[in-house]
């Protein structure tokens, strides 16, 4: 016998699983009573659209048993109601959906205007202002929250039609407002442009849907554009135009010709810039091209001569070597004697060749010339790393430049940094560690913020990964020999102790390393089984490093070169996550994404978002600081998932705290295992590295060079021998397509 059809309604008291993708979701609907009477609940399972709790739902569904959670309605139509319930509308004005109401605002409100509640919040907001405890500008506040709530369910429902998540469904709503009617009309391919986390496929499926053609010159178009932007997540600055057609076309499943024809268009428009080199046709966008132009400029305008009186700069020298009990080597000195004499010098080594000891000596000299000297690294890591090691303060780059994420409406201005060409850095000397890691971008705004005079000294190893971000900065400058460079390469006594340092070397060497485990700070466990390999890591991570190193388990890294596969990041972080922070009562948790996360969860910031607010707080939760800007490879802990204000609250290194909302959730990625391409910049007491097999592209000696220096204390090798050697071996490197070092080039000769 099927189960009989039930209508009834009521409030959403709350949410318990919400999947942000389709929308399935588990709630309890409590259905209100008379006075005095206890109120009924229901669990209601199924697809909802947009829904939160304290709104007001009628339902339609079947009365199922559920062999592991028990009674259950599943909900096969629905729709919200404005409640004339005067509890329901309680609930719903007290449930956290208007910021500012509790539930003892919301029951003064209910009290003065009864029935008639919501037509007066939408209708006469001004009269919220009777209630006490409501100001004129909070009755505003929540009139505008009233109307952007009913907005945003309307726009899901509108959105939803179209194959949209609901929680890319907000990101769009919250971009566009009520222009995103007209924009899914005209041309919904500006989705992939405007909103992140929107690739052209998504686009493509909504315009598909909308009635668009496969051969639309807007799709075509915006094809090729999608191309072009996905090679700069790739570290390309431009593609050779044979390159870019073959990738467009094979996006597109259109013929080369007709992405030809598109391009000739888009170039003629200049949204593309076409550039002749050498015989090869170079497609860049606009900011791209122009960018690494202005690069090269503002070098050659920095790297100026400075007048040096060298008898009393080597008596200096020697003088800080007495005092602070070091011996510098030749090459250690020269690059001393360039800092100081030049506008632009590159020093550059492996581990253990002195790069720390030469900064240290290079701002004791220039401290001793009275310069104002500030220091900087990509990532807050690095720069904490920077500071501990000098003595002098560094931050990062975002924060010496001021990094603002504000949108400021009235001059159309979003993220941007209030140190540039019109408010520069007060700085002598910028001395920037961790170079390798610079993409474009950002060296193009550390030196819009230099004025000519001021001497720029970067410190990195050419050997490390290139940066995430497109372009090869450090590379093309040193192969450029625009500048003065420095290259460390004697291994200091102490360094040459430490098995991390003299292996990388080898490795960067091309020499086999030795795996016999006669050193306590480079291991290796022969495992040839997946599962075997999962289960040595769990131990070393949970019970054998932290007692090794002196660290807690969250501080052991667990770096593998791949995402996918059984020991790639996504496995490897369910089954961390299980042991390291199993399920328990009254720990909150919930899946975005198809990833469930949970309170106490180690997690990562996957990309910049400059926009996002933090505060650090006091024990006595006083406001010590506050900013904007959370970046790409920020580590931090989840502290508390709020279901009322669909909020997940996460605390980073050094106390600062960022609340995500729920439609923010891509934005982060659990970081109990990550790529070796995301540790850059970064050192951790110890690292375990799970390497078995894996496409050739990336099991190359680039890539093991890098996991092997990100360790401080211990490197753990579980896996094959064999495949550890083949590594080393295997010099494959990506290509990256980038005109800086051409660009200086030509510049120098010019006599620019």
Known sequence: MSAKMEEFEGYVDRITFRNEENGYTVLYL????????????????????????GQYLAVKGKRVIHKSYGPQIQVEQYEEKQPDNFVAMERYLGSGAIKGVGPALAVRIVKKFGKDTFSIIEKEPERLAEVKGISKKMSVSIARQFHEKQKMRQAMIFLQDYGISMNMAVKIYRFYKDDIYEVLRKNPYCLAEDIAGIGFKTADAVAQRAGFYADSEYRIRAGVLYALQQSGKQGHCYLPEEKLIKNAAELLMVSEDVVSKQIDALTMNKEILMEETAGERRLYSGTLYYMEMNCARMLLDLNLVFPVDAELLAKRIAEIEQSEGIVLDIQQKQAVFQAVQNGVTIITGGPGTGKTTTIHTILHVLEQEGMEVLLAAPTGRAAKRMTETTGWQAQTIHRLLELNGNVDEENKEGMHFERNEL?????????????????????HALLKAMVPGCRLIMVGDTNQLPSVGPGNVLRDMIKAKFCNVVYLQQIFRQAAESQIVMNAHKINAGRDISLDNQNEDFLHLERQNVQDIIAVVIQLVMQKLPAHVGAS????????????????????????????????????????HGTLFRERDKIMQIKNDYQMKWVKRTPLGDLLEEGTGVFN?????????????????????????????????????????????KSQGSEYP????????????????????????????????????EMVYQMIRNVYEQKRYSGLCQRLQEMKEEGY
């Open 553 to 592: 388990p969250y501080d052991i890294q667990v770096l593998t070169p791949m995402r996918k596969g059984e020991l790639g990041v996504e496995h490897l972080n369910q089954v961390l996550q299980n042991y390291m922070n199993p399920p328990q009562n009254g720990k909150k948790e919930r899946e975005f």
């Open 423 to 443: 408010q520069p850095l007060e700085a002598d000397v910028v001395i920037v560690d961790e170079f390798s890691m610079v993409d474009i971008y950002l060296l």
């Open 686 to 721: 110890a690292v375990v590295l799970p390497i078995l097999s894996g496409p050739r592209m990336l099991m190359n000696r680039n890539l093991l060079y890098t996991a092997v220096t990100r360790a401080r204390k211990c490197v753990t090798i579980v896996g094959s021998r």
């Open 30 to 53: 409590v259905r209100p009573q008379a006075e005095k009477k206890e109120e009924e609940e229901e669990c209601c399972v199924g697809c909802f659209s947009y829904v939160a709790e």
């Open 633 to 677: 490879g920020d580590i931090g802990v989840i502290k508390r998932i709020l279901d009322t204000e669909e909020v997940v609250e996460v605390e980073f290194e050094e106390g600062k705290v960022a609340e995500y909302e729920y439609s923010q959730m891509d934005e982060m990625e659990l970081a109990y295992a990550i790529t070796i391409h």
